[in-house]
């Protein structure tokens, strides 16, 4: 069965960095798109990052372009998130999702990992 | 890209049906048949219950149903039963490679 397992949340300061990590199986993973997406706490969902299935294609919300970095190891079925410079308005737990298509839907998401960004 | 444009509430008895609405724009939801809708239990996942405005995946109830009339795209949930108590999120693709959701609908059943 389709599992994803996201790493690497916590709590951090603002203006440091954090690397989240999601772990995939039960599915060939190099041939599907894979996303990151966000949710504040209390707040609703917020798409965050793409990636193509050969890491040759990306693309970022505004909200995080040019902060945070999407990257995918195809031979490890894992995808990452680099975050830099996090603000405190990146608090939120962050979920990976499997993409069908390129951004028309997400069928599989993993339990999340959560982000604490404060001083 | 804004958000798409979700009522905060909505209830209805065992047995009934309830529609929820999400409306965007000609840019996202009116330009494209790519709206989806997820369900969000507390403290869990969201899961896919309509892709393609009103395609169902499979092991998804056929109580849910999905439609599109211009910029406005309905979640139909019919024979309602209190399992289907939660939160409720639209999704379209919005031009420039992004996504866009909406804020949310909480559906509870009386």
């Known amino acids: 069965q389709v599992q994803l397992v996201e790493s690497g949340g916590g709590v951090v300061q603002p203006g440091r960095s954090l690397r989240l990590s999601c772990a995939a199986s039960?599915?060939?993973?190099?041939?599907?798109?894979m996303n990151w997406v966000r949710q504040a706490p209390g707040k609703g969902l917020e798409w965050v990052a793409i990636?193509?299935?050969?890491?040759?294609?990306?693309y970022y919300a505004d909200s995080v372009k040019g902060r945070f970095t999407i990257s995918r190891d195809n031979s490890k079925s894992t995808l990452y998130l680099q975050m830099n410079s996090l603000r405190v308005e990146d608090t939120a737990v962050y979920y990976c999702?499997?993409?069908?298509?390129?951004?028309?839907?997400?069928?599989?998401w993993g339990q999340g990992t959560l982000v604490s960004v404060s001083s | 890209q804004s958000a798409l444009t979700q009522p905060p509430s909505a209830s209805g008895s065992p047995g009934q049906s309830v529609t929820l609405s999400c409306t965007g724009t000609?840019?996202?939801?009116?330009?494209?048949?790519?709206v989806s809708w997820y369900q969000q239990h507390p403290g869990k996942a969201p899961k896919l219950m309509i892709y393609?405005?009103?395609e169902r995946p499979s092991g998804v109830p056929d109580r849910f149903s999905g439609s599109k009339s211009g910029n406005t795209a309905s979640l139909t949930v019919s024979g309602l039963q209190a399992e289907d108590e939660a939160d409720y999120y639209c999704?379209?693709?919005?031009?420039?490679?992004?996504?866009?959701f909406g804020g949310g609908t909480k559906l509870t059943v009386l």
């Open positions: 999702a499997r993409g069908r298509g390129w951004l028309t839907y997400f069928d599989y």
């Open positions: 039960g599915f060939t993973f190099n041939i599907y798109s």
């Open positions: 990636m193509s299935y050969d890491g040759d294609t990306k």
């Open positions: 000609s840019s996202d939801v009116g330009g494209y048949k790519y």
């Open positions: 393609e405005v009103s």
């Open positions: 999704s379209s693709y919005a031009s420039s490679n992004s996504v866009v």
